[in-house]
């Protein structure tokens, strides 16, 4: 008969252990899951409103700085000397707005063929009905723009361009009279942009309409003046976000968000991920030491009351198995001292050893 081998089985000792680490470490697993999910939600928002906070007031500026440009443009198209689309009476308001703005390199007016009726400096008129902004502008749209390459600085100008109403004929409404049209310097737009800062890494990105780059807080990143940035992670399907971006870019994870100007222009924050989400990262660093420390305390613990639990149990064990085999009556039990079920079963093995010995001696002496 072939012996069978005995199949593996716990003991008292791994079986007690096995549950102590259960019991401790369990609740603290979830408790740390449900925190650091709840870490995580809270630091996403808190990176998204920094991100958003600073969008803003980048996107506040620029507002103001068009929409100030706009209204001198619309005030001036309103005098009457704009109006009554003589030369001679608008050149010395159009000489007066680009000295008092100095940011403006050339304000003219031109006729509805986009004939040039007067400018502020002394160029000869040429024709500008192939621009886009004034093609807007003669399509009904009550504010022309286009972003444009200065021809002297070689760097993004911008072209507000508005209606001329010179009669009462030439109503809101109505075909106008003419365009009036300032072009400016972006400069104070791509200083503001260029100097914003997040962080270790964050910066900015202004696109016009046509997501062609006005300014980057990275210059040495844009290989050439207004490149197209219709491709930008940031901006693929989005007016606006209102959850922050992920992307990989360059090698590392970054995180972003757009806002619009009134222009119409896109504004991009963006920000390493790691930059970003630093105190984050620590926080789930030190949770995995602390969870490391507690599952080395924890097992410490939980074997040395399993030690303690199981070691008295084995030796009880021992004992009553040579008392079986009729034999280590005078082995000292251990435990009997104890007030639990331990030293309760060692005191009954004891008295179990006595009468067994005493037993034995009766057997002996009987003839």
Do not use: C
Not at 87 to 102: D, G, N
Not at 130 to 135: A, H, M, P, S, T
Not at 175 to 200: C, E, K, N
Not at 266 to 287: H, K, S
């Amino acid at each position: 008969m072939v012996e069978e081998k005995p199949r593996f089985a716990l003991k008292i000792f791994h079986k007690i252990l096995l549950t102590m680490i259960a019991v401790a470490l369990i609740p603290l697993g979830g408790l740390l899951y449900i925190s650091g999910y709840q870490l995580d939600q809270n630091w996403r928002r808190n990176v998204h409103l920094n991100l958003a906070l600073t969008a803003e007031g980048l996107v506040g500026k620029v507002n103001g700085w068009t929409d100030m440009n706009l209204r001198v443009l619309r005030e001036a198209a309103l005098l009457p000397a704009i109006a009554s689309m003589d030369p001679a009476q608008q050149k010395p308001v159009l000489k007066a707005i680009q000295s008092t703005y100095e940011w403006s390199y050339l304000v003219f007016t031109t006729d509805r063929d986009g004939w040039n009726i007067s400018r502020s400096d002394d160029n000869p008129p040429q024709s500008y009905g192939d621009r886009n902004y004034f093609k807007q502008v003669m399509e009904g749209k009550p504010v022309g723009q286009e972003v444009v390459i200065g021809r002297t600085t070689q760097k993004p100008a911008l072209i507000l361009a508005g209606p001329i109403r010179a009669t009462a004929a030439t109503a809101t409404g109505s075909a106008p009279a003419g365009v009036m049209a300032m072009a400016m310097h972006l400069v104070d737009v791509s200083t503001v942009v260029a100097g914003a800062r997040i962080g270790q890494t964050g910066f900015a990105i202004l696109v016009d309409q046509n997501n062609k780059v006005i300014a980057h807080g990275k210059p040495e990143r844009v290989a050439q003046a207004l490149q197209d940035f219709s491709s930008h992670p940031a901006l693929q399907g989005r007016e606006t976000a209102q959850e922050p971006v992920f992307y990989e870019e360059e090698g590392r994870r970054v995180v972003a968000h757009t806002q619009k100007t009134s222009l119409g222009w896109t504004l991009i924050i963006q920000q390493n991920y790691d930059d970003a989400f630093a105190p984050l990262l620590e926080a789930r660093r030190n949770a995995w030491i602390l969870i490391a420390l507690s599952l080395a305390l924890v097992l410490g613990v939980a074997y040395l009351l399993s030690r303690q639990l199981a070691s008295p149990i084995s030796e009880l064990t021992t004992v009553a198995e040579n008392i079986s085999l009729g034999g280590g009556f005078d082995r000292k039990i251990v435990g009997t001292e104890r007030r639990d079920e331990i030293g309760a079963l060692a005191r009954a093995i004891e008295r179990m050893t006595v009468s067994i010995k005493m037993a034995f001696e009766r057997l002996r002496k009987t003839p």
